[in-house]
Structures are given as C-alpha cells and as structure tokens.
C-alpha cells in the first residue's frame, strides 16, 4: 500500500468519486436491503468490526464500504490498522502520510486495498472489542479529518453518519444530513476563503482542498440521507443491546437501552429526549471512573470505550452553567440548571451564605410548593428540603418567612429568581479541580465560562481569562497554560500546575478545551474559533458553542413543554395549582404544555435542532474554509482522513513534508506514543503523538509567521515535488495514529479568539498541528530542503522492560543554520529565513511552521525521512530508519499486534543529511567545548556544545543528552519536545540536525 | 447583590481619644504634631456630614485613651449585608479596639463573626469591597489567614488577594467611588494594585486615577433620596486630586478635610463602619426585592408595607 501511495496522489481523487459513487450505490443497495446492508456499511464506516453482514457479504461489499469509508472514515481504519503496528515506531507524520497513502490506494484500487483491509480488519477482530472501539473512535476522527475543512463541522457530522447508522436516531440523522448540504456550501466558501486568505498557504491545495472538500461534502450528504434512511433500520439490528441507568437532576433513575457500540450521544439525545430538552447543550452525561472521578461521557465517542470497566451508570447533569441563565428560552431548561444548583447548593460545591441560602430555599419552595400555605407546610415538611449542607432549624425559619414573601409567584418565575441569585455567586459555574502549584502548594484550578481561576484554599490568587491563554496542554500529570504576554511584557510565559496524576490532568485539559470553546468562542460567524478549539490531542469539543446553541434556542417554537417538577411527585399536587397561569409564558407553558399532550414533541425538537444544527453548521464550515486558508493547518484533520485520498493530498503532502522537518519532536513524540500504546491501551493508539506535536505547533505559531512570510513563497513551488507526497502519508498515518491517541498523555490546547481571524489561521494551523506543521516546514527550497530531510532518520529501538519508559538519549545536535543548511543557504540565498523556517520546522517551533505552512510551503524542504516502520515483535529490539530518500519508497513493517514482550527499546534517531554530511564529514578545528548539566522532575539534561572551525566556517554544535525517567503516564514524547524547543529557544539561530531518540520501554498491558 | 451597593442606613464612628495625637500608630515622621483641636473639628465635620447631609444614623463609640487608634473604627470591623466580621488587627496594639465595635455592632442586629485564629490578621483597611467582590490586600497588617476567615465569613463573594507593597493598607491607595467604578492612585504601587485587581476579576470595573494616592479613597454612598454621593479630598489638601472628583457629574459631590487625620495614617473610610441594616427583615429580603418588583404593583406595596413595619 505504501507504495502505492507514494505513486500518485493525483489518481487519488478520482478514486474516491468513484469510491463515492461506488458508496452511493451501496447505500442505496443497503436502503432496499433493510437490515443487515445498513448495518455492515455503518458499522463498518463506524467499527471496523467484524460484523456478520459483512462476512455475509461478498468482499465487493466490504471493498465498497472501505471506499466508501474513504470519505467518511473507515479509510482510516486500515490506515489505523497500519498506524497500529507501524505507528508505535514511526512518527505522527509518518503515519499521516501512511494513511493518506492507504486511503488513496484504497480509492484507486479498491481490490489492492481490499486485502489489506480485509487483514487489517481480521487483526482488528482479533483485537479485543475495546481495540476495535477505538479504531472506530479513530476511523471517525479519520473521517473528520478527510472532510479537511468539513471536519470541524462535518466531524461531527460525519461522526454522525458513523454512528447514526448504529444508533443514532432519526432527528439526529436529519441533523446530519442538514449539516452536510451546508458543509457542502460551506466548503465552497471555504474555498472562496482560502484562495482569499490563504493566498500564502498555497492557491493549489485551496483548489484541491476545496474541490475535494466540496466532493467531500456531496458525498457525504449522499451518504449521510442514505445513512438517514438506513439508519432506523440499523438500530434495530444485530447489536448487543446494555442498560444504561441515568441519574436524572431530579433523582429519578432512567433506565435507557444502548447498543453496546452506542456512542455517548446516543444516549444523551436518547436522555434529552425523555426529558423533553432541547436547549440540550449547556447539559451533558457523567460518570465516575475507576478512581471515583467524574468524567464527562464524550459524545463522539462509544460509551463503552469511555467508562472501561466502570458500570453502566451515568448522571445528567450541567455541563456548562449559563452567565446568563435568563437568556435561556426554554423554562424547562432552567427548571433543570434549578435542580443542578439545589444539588451543587446542597452538596456545598456552591459555597453560599446563610442569607442566600435561605432565599435559594424560598424559592425552590415557591417553585416546588407554590404559595405559602400555613396549613400544608410546616417546618417539619420543609425539612424534607435540602437547602444547605447544613441545614439548621434558623436556615428553615428563615426559608418559610422569606417563602411568604413570594405569593403569587409562578414555579417559572421563582425559578428564574432563584438562577438571578445563583449566578452572581462567585462559585457559580466553576469546576474545580484539586492540584499543585509549581512550588508543590496545594491549590483548586477553576474552570469557569470566563476563564481560569486558581484558588488558594478558598482565596482567589489568581485568574486567567480566555483571551489571556494562548495554549492549554498538559503532559502528564501536568497542566500548562501558555500565557499571552501583557504589555509590558515582551515574551509568553507559560504556568505550570500540577495535577494528582495524568487522568486529572488530562480531565482539567478537556474542561478547558470545552469551557473556552463553549463561551469564548461566541461568535457564530467564526466557525474556525470552534477549530481552535481543536486540541492537540485529536479531542476537541464538537457541540455547539453557546451562541450556536442561543441562536437555535432562538428557532424553539413549540408550545412550552409541559414537565413535572419534583415536588408534584413528591407530593402529588400540582405546583402550577398556584395562580400561575396570569403570570406569563411559564404559566402558559404548562398549560399548553399539558394540552398538547405529553410531551413527545419529538419531531418538533428534532426539525428545530435540524435548522439549529445547520446555522451552527454553516459556521463551522466557514471555519473549516478558514483553515484551509490558513495554510490548512485545521484541515490537518480531515484532510487525513477524507481530503488527503485526493486532493488535499498534494497540499497537505506539502505541508506534512514541512511537518515532517519540523517533527523530529514529533518522531520523538511517536515513541513516546508508541510507549504510551504499549502502556496504556492494549489498542496501542499512536494517537498520543500527535498530541505532542500540536502542543508544540501551537505556541510559536504567531511567532514564526514572521518568518514564514517570506519562506513560504518559495516552499509552495517546491511543494508539489514527489517527495512531498510521501511525507504527507507518513503524515496521514500519523495523523491517524494521532487520532487514535486520545488516550494520549499530551494535548495542546489554542485558544483562539473568535475575532482574530488572521490569529486564527495561525493558530488554526497550530492546533491542526500536525498538518500545519508539516506543511509550513518546507522551507523556500523543497530540493534543499528534501535533502537535508531525507538524511533524518529514525531508529527507533525499543526495549520494553520496565512499567517505566525511559526515553534515554534525545540528542539533537543544533548546527548553525549558515554551517549545517549548505543547501538551504544555496538556493533560498535568505539564509536567515531559510535557517530561520528550518529551526521552526524542525523544531516545535511548529508555530513557525504554521505559519510557513499557510503562508508558505516553500519551506517543504524536509521530506519525511521516516520511511520504515519495524513493528517490534515480542522482545524485539527495532532499529527504524527513516531517510527521506527513503521516504518515497516507503517500508512499512508489519505491524506487531500482540505485545507480548515485556519490554522495549526504541531508538529514532532524527537528522537532517545535509547538516550531518556538513557538520559531520568536515572535521572542524575544535574551539570550545562545554558540556552542562540540568535536572528537572524527571529529565536530565545533559548540554554538550563544540564549537569548530570548519573551511573558514565556524560552526557551533550543540548536543543535548535528555533522559526522562518516569512512569508509564509521564509524556515522553512532550518532555522531548519540549527540550527541543526549548534548545531551539535557547539558540534561536541553530536548526536541529538530528534527534536520536531511544526508548526503554516496559510494556504494561493496563490501561491508563 | 449589586444593587444596593452604596446603600447606607448606618454609620459607626469613635471619638478619637487625647492620646491618638502622641501615641497613635504612625508611618510618618514621628515629629509630626498632630493637632488634637483640628482632628476634632474634622471629626465633627466628618459626623455631620453623614448625619445631617446624608440622614445616615450615627453611632457614636466613646474614646478610650488606652486605644490611641481606635478612632478607625474601620480596621476591626468589615460589614457587607447583615453580616460583621470582627477582624484581627494586624497591629498588636489595636486588638483591644474590637470589643467596642463588636458590642455596638451586635445591637445592630448584625450577625457577628470574630476572627479568632491567633495567626490571621485583618485590618478593614485592607478590605475593598466593590459590591461584587472583595480584594484584600495583602499588607503588613493583613495576612493570607485573615483573608481566608474573610472569604468563609462571604462566601457569596470572590475573595481576591492583592499585595500591598509600600504602603500601609489596600484603601491607603484606592476605593469605590462609584458602582463599578474604582478610585486609584497615580503611584506604581496603586496602579500596580489596580491591574492585580483587573485581572483577578470576572467584572469590569472602570478607575479614576486620581494624582495622589492619599486622595483615591474616599467613600462612595447609594442612598434613596440622594442618589450618587461621594465624600472626598478637600481642594485646599488635594487640589489636583480633588479636580479630579469634581469632574464627576453624576455625583453629589462632598469634600470633606482629613488634614491631621492623615498624619496618623488616617483616611476618609478609616473613620467609619457604614452599614446597610434599617432592620434585619428588610436586609434578608433585599435579594428578593428585585425581582418582587418585577411582579407588580401588588408586590411592590407589600414589600413597601414591610418596610415601614420594620423601619427604623
């Protein structure tokens, strides 16, 4: 397949229309076949599971649903497959380019492909249920990713397809098919935007993006309405079918039947249902996991996967605690943000005084019990209320007076009065989450709407607004926030907390990631905010932003649902009893709530959520457009999985090569990932590289698109050379394994402003990472930079020995950019920028890279050197060598599934020819020599640095000797990482030439 | 929360005792006389102004030559709503001035909350609170610990800290002078203070940056009949800063001397504890007036009954 790929990535597109024609049909087929047809092409797309229909099926079938994966996401699937093996050892670009070569071979020879992934998906049935889960999970993001611009917004979408077949319902596949006409639209626009804005980035990928983007989106709607049609049927089917039990606000238990492949949507439409809810997005679903956290079930991704060994039980709850809870439309939506609030109230996670306690309670009483009645309540029936963690005999006192204060007041009206005096509390709406300062002082981090606060026992030492952060990550057990220079400062500076363990970290990351997606990203006109939101980690929120989800509220128009409150069971009276009705729409809303009838106003719902979901949509795929201009740094993900086949192919490949430069982090990061594959999920999901690497992209972004400007010019031309495309599968893979990653110990975070457009493209590009990173690497002169690429290679040895993956030497040897870059000087004749766009490339300076890539590609210098992936068999020691000369021709290794051997050692070794043919060959007259040593946590440090006189040149070689010793969870990859780029930092003026990364690595079979 | 920010039923202010003008606490030349004639034409100044301007109800608290500090009454008490935190000074010798305080402030009906934790420390001073928040400085007088005892005492507000480096308090520098509108000195430390204080919160607040720091606090009051009312610096101490104020248009405008006070560290706020307590029914039932006007006029008139049942 490999090959393949790297042969022509022209064809590719073709392919995929025909794979999309080929799917269309098939749908169409599996829309006449009820049943089992609807099934495979779903479950397929969505599961690379072996499912019986398939096997049933003639392998045409299975090669039809492979294409038309393709688009959606199963061409991933076996990129994954691949990825799996290969992606341990190869870098996250790599493997990118790997699945875009797949997904290409695929399109154009459906039977070539069909082998492989008819292996791969046997290797994935042997896999265990909870590997496949997570292929899917990663086909999905794959598919995503192949929309390119679609992604952001036809991610979900596409997720949507994916899953509705399986188990979405009906509504939703409306939805879905409403997003994928405006994705369509919107990638036109995108198009239009990129050729526009990204004049820099590069008119070709535009053209093929958008093009491919728009094929993307045609067919996806097809398959999407036929997926609609499908879709009912598929429910009923086959899958194994689990109990869920949600803890409702009110404490009742709903009991909810799942496929066991259900995504956590499913359940949470299938809750919001019951409830009647449609302003459903400031809700969510919880669970606790082994250790007793609450995580958020995340939507897009299967229930099973999630909660792991955990039970089947899930609460509803509040996710996002509107500022404003009066600009909710609905009254059952604020009776439901009432009940989250009694409960934080009475649990005391709302810290309130005694004064607002007892009006808190009065109003929960009025809104329960309606008008004071001396006759039915007393204090002893009032004690059957919680109002405070501590409730005393004064506190209900003080509840039934302030309680006759309020006669003639609606259970609607006390409710909105009771939410005017919960919000102003200060703790209203903040998660917080236990953790250390730098200094290892016990704090709370907050996450709020507006930000982040961090608590000193119950002080507030500190705050950082969104607009303030520029990059969220965490490695770890750590979490980081980048924070934007003020003004007189002149640089970032970046605070460190640390978490309890990885999982908390990992868990603050994500809150954040939503909250600043939620609330910060408020304007609907800039969908690409909602790209920014995008993480390093594959994981980004993919609900509605809270404009989004105000401008549906605004297209409600039902008659007010008519919902019990938890009084009247408890009671069994009618709270409304109350003169209610005069009082306005709440009265009326229960009213005609109750005429209408009970309350399915199902399609009601669901025809709104449709228009909802297409306004939301039609931004977002402006974003998506956005993206793509900005150098398709967002389109990074969906280029993977749907665009790369084709025509954003060429582009990305372009950008990836750059990518490729810049990642000799990235190939660190890989081992890392691939540790982290070995430790944490039997999977083995590569996916955790490309977490790292987008951190690393993100932050220099705005800074190096300084560089890049001038660079980038150059680099387009070069982009479309050969070599290009082979990195850019590399890449693919990568991206796949990226994605599969969410396990990933490291993420980044940008948030981005919504207003900002220029800074978003950047950071766009940054977040994408990966994508933007290669591309913008290229530097002015792709064959200088080819060269000097190809002579990077990876050896990855790894020795899997101990729990604790020790990543021993990172050596990059920074050369000087006049020494080392003999090629690059030669042709770009701007030897600043050329050195310049190589340090950021190569190092996680990806910012610069970003930015390179949008603006230019010429900087694709690198071609991807990773060419072989050596899949380590059980105690296997694998030496990888990636040479771009290679990379064309690319070597993949089988890979090894079953990690039997204990332990491993991996060594990638990252360098640029050139510089080593310069550095190396000419024996310089030595200058100086100094050698220092630093140590953190769990890094040493070791800095050796020569300088030597060479033909009249002096050059000056820095080598670094970093060893990270830690358990399973610390993120190697990210530690590397982050030592480069803090060696590039450090030597702003030096490119790092080679990177040898080597991995002991003790194999744990458990999970995170 | 917010809206009767600057409301005022009460004032409690102290006589300053014979020995404020050798003994008391100083962060000036100890040479400086302090003219105990003049302190007490401003304190009479002081008392009318909020008794017979601004119809406030005036508790007066007898002097106590043991206490030569005691006439700021503000550093031992913090009120917000219903609720009175006894503090800890931070200066040894101002302990003693809380029982006092305490007592007068309990016969308010006040709910009383005492600092007791022998390692916090707390001058009122030190406590701005801006009617959505407070910010407590950090200062010699004030520690982490008595900011924490703040923060239990109203936990329906964020409590920010905020170092205070040069100075003697937080208000030595700034104060409210308006909802949301934060008075501040031109001096590094003060705008240093501000920015602290911008970014710990989740509101914004507007500044008026006053030439010197001294003239920044002043006392900022809501009141029914009055509207706006703001007591600042006098033209003949401040004349810059007091240009400053009277360029506000929207306020009642009164200057009031603090000539000799000031030698002692004293301020405009340091001289009294104003409280919002016509009685306790009517505090509790604050928060829910906003929205019982909002239901009607049937409302309103029980709420205006209430008052009058209760008023003072």
């Known amino acids: 397949m490999t090959t393949e790929v790297g042969s022509e990535p022209e064809v590719k597109k073709e392919p995929e229309k025909s794979s999309e024609e080929a799917q269309a049909e098939q749908q169409q087929q599996l829309a006449e076949q009820p049943a089992e047809p609807s099934e495979s092409e779903p479950s397929a797309a969505a ?3 072996p499912t019986p229909t398939d096997s049933t099926k003639p392998d045409n079938t299975d090669q039809q649903e492979n294409a038309e994966a393709e688009p959606s996401s199963p061409p991933p699937s076996s990129g994954q497959k691949k990825e799996k093996g290969i992606s341990r050892f190869l870098p996250p670009w790599l493997k990118r ?31 265990k249920e909870e590997e496949e889960a997570e292929a899917a999970e990663e086909q999905v993001g794959k598919a995503p990713e192949e929309a390119e611009k679609r992604q952001e917004e036809a991610g979900p979408k596409e997720e949507g397809e994916a899953v509705s077949p399986v188990v979405e319902q009906p509504a939703e596949t409306k939805e879905v098919k409403a997003e994928v006409k405006e994705e369509v639209k919107a990638e036109e626009v995108q198009a239009e935007n990129n050729s526009v804005g990204s004049v820099e980035t590069q008119p070709a990928k535009e053209e093929k993006e958008g093009t491919s983007a728009e094929k993307k989106g045609e067919k996806g709607g097809e398959e999407v309405q036929e997926s609609s049609v499908l879709s009912p049927l598929k429910l009923g089917k086959k899958m194994k079918i689990v109990v869920c039990h949600v803890t409702l606000l009110d404490g009742t238990q709903f009991p909810c039947e799942v496929e066991k492949r259900a995504k956590g949507q499913y359940l949470f439409f299938k809750v919001c249902e019951h409830l009647n809810l449609l302003e459903k997005d400031y809700f969510g679903l919880s669970f606790k996991d082994n250790a007793d956290q609450r995580c958020w079930l995340d939507p897009t991704k299967e229930i099973k996967r999630q909660i792991r060994n955990s039970q089947w039980q899930f609460a509803f709850n509040v996710k996002f605690y509107p500022p404003d809870p009066s600009q909710l439309t609905e009254d059952i939506t604020r009776y439901l943000l009432c009940l989250q609030l009694r409960q934080d109230v009475s649990s005391g996670r709302l810290p309130c005084s005694f004064v607002t306690h007892a009006l808190l309670g009065s109003y929960t009483l009025q809104a329960e019990l309606g008008d004071y009645d001396p006759e039915e309540q007393r204090l002893d029936s009032i004690a059957d209320f919680q109002f405070a963690p501590s409730q005393t005999k004064e506190l209900e006192e003080k509840v039934v007076e302030l309680h006759k204060s309020h006669r003639g007041m609606t259970p609607a009206q006390a409710d909105v009065q009771f939410l005017e005096n919960a919000k102003k509390l200060s703790m209203y709406g903040v998660d917080l989450h236990h953790a250390k300062d730098s200094e290892g002082v016990d704090i709370m981090l907050g996450v709020c709407a507006n930000g982040l606060l961090i608590y000193k026992d119950r002080l507030r030492i500190n705050r950082f607004a969104w607009p303030k952060i520029l990059k969220i990550s965490y490695k770890r057990s750590n979490f980081y926030i980048k924070i ?27 809150v954040c990631v939503e909250h600043h997606t939620f609330f910060r990203l408020t304007n609907p006109e800039q969908p690409t905010k909602s790209k920014f939101l995008t993480l390093g980690s594959k994981f980004r929120y993919s609900g509605r932003t809270q404009a989004q989800t105000r401008q549906a509220s605004t297209l409600i128009d039902r008659p007010a649902p008519y919902f019990e409150r938890t009084s009247s069971k408890r009671i069994s009276r009618s709270l409304d009893g109350a003169p209610v009705i005069s009082v306005s729409d709440h009265g009326h809303m229960l009213d005609s709530a109750r005429t209408p009838g009970s309350g399915e106003n199902g399609h009601d719902p669901a025809l709104e959520l449709s228009s909802d979901s297409k306004s939301p949509q039609v931004e977002e795929e402006a974003e998506p457009g956005k993206g793509a201009v900005a150098g398709a740094v967002p389109a990074e993900l969906p280029f993977e999985t749907g665009t790369d086949g084709a025509d954003s192919s060429e582009t990305k490949s372009k950008l990836r090569v750059q990518g490729e430069n810049i990642y000799v982090r990235h190939s660190n990061l890989m081992l890392e990932s691939a540790e982290d594959k070995l430790n944490s999920e039997i999977n083995g999901q590569p996916e955790v590289i490309e977490v790292v690497e987008e951190t ?42 990226s994605s599969d990653s969410e396990s990933e110990e490291e993420a980044e975070f940008h948030p981005q402003s919504p207003s900002d457009s220029a800074h978003h493209i950047q950071e766009e590009p940054e ?15 792709p064959q200088q930079d080819a060269e000097p690429e190809t002579t990077d290679k990876v050896e990855a040895v790894v020795n899997q020995q101990k729990e604790e993956d020790e990543k021993t030497p990172g050596e990059e040897t920074v050369v000087a950019p006049e020494d080392a870059p003999n090629g690059h000087h030669v042709q770009d004749g701007e030897e600043a920028l050329t050195s310049l766009g190589a340090v950021a490339e190569e190092e996680e300076e990806l910012e610069p890279c970003v930015v390179n890539g949008d603006a230019s590609h010429a900087e694709t210098e690198r071609v991807p050197q990773v060419i072989c992936c050596s899949e380590p068999p059980v105690v296997k020691t694998e030496m990888v060598t990636i040479s771009d000369t290679f990379a064309a021709q690319k070597t993949e290794i089988a890979t090894k599934e079953v990690p039997i051997v204990h332990t491993e050692t991996k060594t990638i070794t990252y360098e640029a020819a050139q510089l080593d043919g310069t550095g190396d060959g000419e024996p310089g007259v030595l200058m100086t020599a100094q050698t220092i040593t630093s140590e953190s946590l769990c890094t040493t440090t070791t800095t050796h640095i020569t300088k030597t006189l060479k033909g009249g040149l002096s050059e000056t070689r820095i080598e670094k000797r970093i060893v990270i010793t830690g358990d399973s969870d610390i993120d190697h990859d990210q530690a590397l990482a982050q030592a480069i780029k803090e060696a590039k930092e450090q030597h702003p003026d030096m490119s790092v030439t080679r990177v040898v990364v080597h991995k002991e690595t003790e194999l744990a079979e458990d999970d995170d | 929360m917010q809206a009767d920010f600057g409301r005022f039923t009460h004032a409690v202010i102290r006589a300053a005792p014979d020995s404020l003008a050798a003994q008391a606490l100083r962060s000036g030349p100890a040479e400086l006389q302090v003219d105990m004639e003049a302190v007490r034409r401003e304190e009479e100044q002081y008392v009318s102004v909020l ?15 043991e206490l030569p500090d005691c006439v700021f009454v503000e550093d031992p008490a913090v009120v917000c709503g219903n609720t009175a935190l006894i503090t800890r000074p931070g200066a040894p010798s101002r302990r003693k001035e809380t029982e006092a305080l305490k007592t007068a402030l309990a016969n308010l009906d006040l709910n009383i909350v005492e600092m007791t934790d022998e390692s916090a420390t707390l001058d009122g001073g030190d406590v701005l609170f801006t009617g959505r ?11 982490r610990r008595g900011a924490e005892i703040l923060a239990d005492t109203f936990q329906d507000y964020a409590v920010s800290t905020v170092p205070v480096l040069g100075t003697l308090h937080l208000k030595s520098f700034c104060s409210m002078a308006g909802p949301g509108l934060i008075a501040i000195g ?20 507007d500044k008026l940056t006053v030439p010197d720091d001294l003239a920044a606090n002043c006392i900022y009051m809501n009141l029914p009949d009055k509207g706006h009312v703001l007591l600042h610096c006098t033209p003949e101490q401040f004349p810059e800063s007091a240009k400053v104020f009277e360029k506000l248009k929207d306020h009642m405008l009164i200057p009031v001397p603090n000539d000799e006070k000031r030698k002692v560290d004293g301020c405009l706020t340091c001289c009294s504890v104003l409280i919002n307590k016509p009685s306790k029914l009517i505090l509790t039932t604050s928060l829910a007036q906003i929205s019982i006007s909002r239901e009607g006029l049937s409302t309103s008139t029980m709420t205006c009954s209430t008052h009058q049942q209760l008023g003072c």
């Open chain 1, 47 to 49: 599961e690379p599971q």
């Open chain 1, 97 to 127: 380019q790997k699945s875009h070569s797949q997904v290409e071979p695929k399109e154009s020879s459906s039977p070539t492909d069909t082998p492989n992934q008819t292996l791969t998906e046997k290797q994935e049935e042997e896999e």
């Open chain 1, 484 to 510: 934007r220079p003020g003004e007189a400062e002149q640089f970032e500076s970046t605070v460190g907390f640390k978490l309890p363990n990885h999982r908390a970290a990992k868990r603050v990351w994500k």
């Open chain 1, 696 to 737: 690393v992209v993100i932050e220099e972004v705005v800074k190096a698109a300084k560089p890049k400007s001038s660079a980038p010019e150059v680099s387009v031309t070069v982009a479309s050379s050969a070599t290009e495309e082979v990195p850019e599968v590399k890449e693919e893979e990568e991206k796949s394994a």
């Open chain 1, 767 to 781: 977040e994408e990472q990966e994508q933007s990173q290669k591309a913008p690497p290229t530097n002015a002169e």
């Open chain 2, 51 to 65: 008794e017979k301007t601004l119809g406030l109800r005036v508790v007066r608290l007898e002097a106590d030559e």
């Open chain 2, 133 to 143: 928040e407070f910010f407590v400085g950090l200062s010699k007088r004030t520690n």
């Open chain 2, 186 to 205: 031109s001096s590094e430390a003060a705008q240093k203070a501000l920015k602290t204080m911008q970014q710990m919160s989740d509101h914004k607040y």
